[in-house]
């Protein structure tokens, strides 16, 4: 009996074990659980707090142009991109002189001026070809206002964007300059004449790197902010650029006809110069030579001179 009692308390006393352990394994999850809880809705909290301030702090950075906003991006707008404008076109006048004078009148107007000038006067087939420098703004303008000078037998029409090579310029310049500026300064702190010479090479060479960088910058900015408009103003009787050329049969006698009948002309106009002087000189020099002529054909009018008696031989004495 005392064995059984004793084996009956030693099972009682696994179970209050286990039942005091899944006690305090429950309780201590609860006390868990509801610290993860009230920290999560701490966290949530804050955040939902800290994201109004963060959305309006970018908002005020886009707002206000913000390197973080992406500044170095370039403006994808059509009137803030960098477009070099060329044109060519030709027009059929009546007067290529008073067009010429109009068409420069038409550039001046706008704002622009006359970069080249080339005319073949000759009548109803004068040439005259004008290269001008306008606005990128009035470009469209001036183009279709030469185009109501006269006919316009043909026209084109180019553009590039350059808007990308423009950042790029920019950012490679700013670079650049910092070099420059770093270069100078290790400059003035060298103390040797080998530092010396070998960072004034290097300074040399970053500046002519930056001018040369420069250079293209200008160029692209005068390409950019003047579009360049080649205009041919013909007279009625101009050929047409580009026409091909006739051959055949028919073609070749033509052309020898003409050459035939220009030569005709030329030598018909020789002699109606030299005329005159075969007239004038021609006719005394005629008579001279029919003069002579005859002279040489009369007889001689001069008298026959008799010849004396033959005189006797004297005979010898025996």
């Not at 960088?213 to 902010?225: M, V």
Request: proline share 4%.
């Amino acid at each position: 009996m005392t064995t059984i009692g004793a084996g009956m308390d030693k099972r009682e006393g696994r179970r209050r074990g286990a039942l005091l352990a899944a006690t305090s394994l429950a309780v201590t999850l609860a006390v868990t659980g509801c610290g993860a809880d009230d920290s999560g809705a701490r966290d949530s909290a804050g955040t939902a707090a800290k994201a109004p301030a963060v959305n309006g702090e970018a908002a005020r950075d886009a707002a206000a142009g913000a390197p973080g906003a992406g500044a170095g991006a370039p403006d994808l707008r059509v009137d803030q991109r960098a477009i070099i404008y060329t044109g060519a076109m030709r027009v059929q006048v009546d007067d290529v002189d008073a067009a010429a004078r109009e068409v420069a009148s038409v550039a001046t107007r706008a704002g622009g001026f006359v970069g080249g000038d080339q005319r073949r006067s000759a009548d109803a087939d004068a040439v005259a070809e004008l290269e001008l420098r306008v606005p990128a703004a009035k470009f469209t303008g001036v183009v279709e206002e030469i185009a109501k000078l006269g006919r316009q037998q043909s026209r084109e029409i180019s553009t590039q964007d350059v808007t990308e090579e423009t950042v790029d310029l920019d950012a490679r310049i700013t670079s650049q300059r910092a070099r420059v500026d770093s270069a100078r300064r290790l400059l003035a702190r060298a103390t040797s004449i080998a530092d010396l010479v070998s960072l004034e090479n290097e300074l040399g060479r970053r500046e002519a790197d930056l001018a040369s960088l420069e250079a293209k910058k200008r160029r692209l900015a005068d390409l950019t902010a003047l579009s360049t408009v080649t205009v041919s103003l013909a007279g009625p009787a101009a050929k047409a650029t580009g026409e091909k050329a006739e051959t055949g049969f028919l073609v070749g006698l033509r052309g020898g006809w003409k050459a035939f009948v220009v030569s005709m002309t030329v030598l018909l106009t020789v002699l109606g110069a030299l005329l005159p002087w075969l007239v004038t000189l021609g006719v005394p020099l005629a008579v001279l030579l029919v003069v002579l002529r005859r002279r040489r054909r009369s007889p001689a009018l001069v008298a026959p001179v008799s010849a004396p008696p033959p005189v006797p031989a004297a005979r010898s004495a025996p």
